[in-house]
C-alpha cells in the first residue's frame, strides 16, 4: 500500500457502513451491524509488516481468516491510522477508542480473540476524530488513505487537463479504481461541475471504480447535457456489464446522438441475456432509432426467443431494422432452405 511501510505495527482501520445489515462474523455468531462510522484496531507483525496487512483488507479478500474480513462485506474502508514500533499497542489503542466521544463496543470479542479486550471494534455515530485519538494514545499517528489519495488523483487530472495531456488524466483515472467507493464524493462532486472536462473525467474514473454506487453514477450520467459525457458513461456501463443498466441504455436507443445511440446498442449487445427481453421489447418502439439499435444488438446476441420478433421486424417500413434483422436471422439460421440434388 503506497505511503506505508512495510514495517511491524499498529493500525485502526476506519470503516462507513451505509445501511444497518447483518453479518456473520465465523464463530463469533450473526450480528446486526448498525449504519454509521467503525474503528477496528489490528496489527502487523508478519512478511510485509502494515503494507501488507492493509492490502490485503482493502482488497476485501475472498478467503475469510480474520474477523475484519467478514466485516469487509458490508463496510467500505474511508481511512487508516497506523504507526510503526514493535511493541503491543493494539489493546492500549482499542481502550483509547472506546473512551473517545461517540464511541460504543460492537460484536464482542471481534479481532480480541487472543487478549482480554472486550472488542477491537468500535462504532461511532460520526466519523471519529484522528487528532483526538493521537492525542489519547499519547503518539504520533499518520493517516494515509484515500483523502490523500484522492487529492492526489485530483491534482494530477487538472494539470492534465489544462495541458491536454490526455495520456496523463487516463492513467490518474485507472489510479483511482483501488479506492473504491472511498472515491465517489470526490467524483460525483466533479460530476455535477459546469466544466464538461471534468464531469468526463470523472465518468471515466467512476468505471475505473466499478462498484454498484459506481454503477448508479455511471447510469445517472447517462442523463448528462453533452453526448461526450453520456458517450463515456455508455462505454463504462459497456465494460461493467451489469443487467441494472438495460432499461437506461435501452432508453439511450433514441439518444439525440446517433453516436451514443450505436454506443448504448454495442453496450446492450455486450451485456447480452440479461437484455433481451428489453431489446424484444424496443422493437416495436415508435422510435426508428430505437428498432434500429434492438435490431442491432440483437443480431450480436443471436437469441433464440428474439426469433419471432425478428421476424416480424421484417416489415418493418425502416431499411435500417428490416437489414439487421435479416442479418440476425440469417445468422441463426432461421429461414434458410436446403434442396437436395437430383
Known amino acids: 500500500m503506497e505511503g506505508v511501510p512495510g514495517l511491524p505495527g499498529t493500525y485502526v482501520l476506519v470503516l462507513v457502513v451505509e445501511n444497518g445489515q447483518r453479518v456473520r462474523v465465523g464463530r463469533l455468531g ?3 451491524v448498525p449504519p454509521g462510522w467503525l474503528a477496528y484496531v489490528g496489527s502487523a507483525r508478519g512478511p510485509g509488516g ?17 474477523h475484519i474480513d467478514f466485516l469487509r462485506a458490508v463496510a467500505q474502508p474511508v481511512d487508516v491510522w497506523w504507526a510503526t514500533g514493535t511493541d503491543r499497542r493494539e489493546c492500549l489503542w482499542a481502550a483509547a477508542l472506546a473512551q473517545m466521544p461517540g464511541a460504543s463496543r460492537l460484536i464482542p470479542r471481534f479481532g480480541a480473540s487472543d487478549c482480554r479486550c472486550p472488542t477491537h471494534l468500535f462504532h ?19 493517516a494515509n488513505f484515500p483523502e490523500s489519495k484522492m487529492r492526489d488523483f485530483l491534482h494530477t487530472l487538472e494539470e492534465a487537463i489544462a495541458n491536454g495531456d490526455d495520456l496523463r488524466a487516463e492513467e490518474a483515472a485507472r489510479s483511482v479504481g483501488p479506492l473504491g467507493d472511498a472515491a465517489l464524493p470526490a467524483l460525483t462532486e466533479w460530476q455535477a461541475s459546469p466544466d464538461r472536462d471534468r464531469r ?26 453533452d453526448p461526450d459525457v453520456r458517450a463515456c458513461a455508455v462505454v463504462g456501463l459497456a465494460s461493467l456489464r451489469p443487467s441494472e443498466a438495460v432499461e437506461p441504455l435501452v432508453s439511450h436507443l433514441s439518444d439525440p446522438s446517433a453516436y451514443v ?52 421486424a421484417l416489415d418493418d417500413p425502416s431499411a435500417l431494422v428490416t437489414y439487421y434483422a435479416e442479418e ?15
Request: proline share 8%.
Open 30 to 32: 450473526e450480528f446486526r
Open 50 to 66: 502494515l503494507a501488507a496487512r492493509l492490502a490485503r483488507h482493502l482488497r476485501h479478500p475472498k478467503t475469510l481468516v480474520w
Open 124 to 142: 461511532f455515530p460520526g466519523p471519529p476524530d484522528r487528532e483526538e485519538f493521537a492525542r489519547r494514545v499519547g503518539e504520533g499517528v499518520m
Open 200 to 225: 468526463w473525467w470523472a465518468v471515466r474514473a467512476l468505471a475505473a471504480v466499478g462498484t454498484p454506487r459506481a454503477v448508479a453514477a455511471l447510469i445517472a450520467a447517462l442523463e448528462d447535457p
Open 261 to 312: 445511440a450505436r454506443l448504448a446498442a454495442d453496450a446492450l449487445a455486450r451485456i447480452g441475456t440479461p437484455a433481451v427481453p428489453a431489446l424484444i421489447v424496443a422493437l416495436g418502439d415508435e422510435n426508428v432509432a430505437a428498432r434500429a439499435g434492438a435490431a442491432r444488438a440483437l443480431c450480436a446476441i443471436r437469441p433464440q426467443e428474439a426469433i419471432p420478433a425478428l421476424c416480424a
Open 328 to 342: 440476425a436471422l440469417e445468422q441463426m439460421g432461421v429461414g434458410m432452405v436446403f434442396f437436395s440434388p437430383d
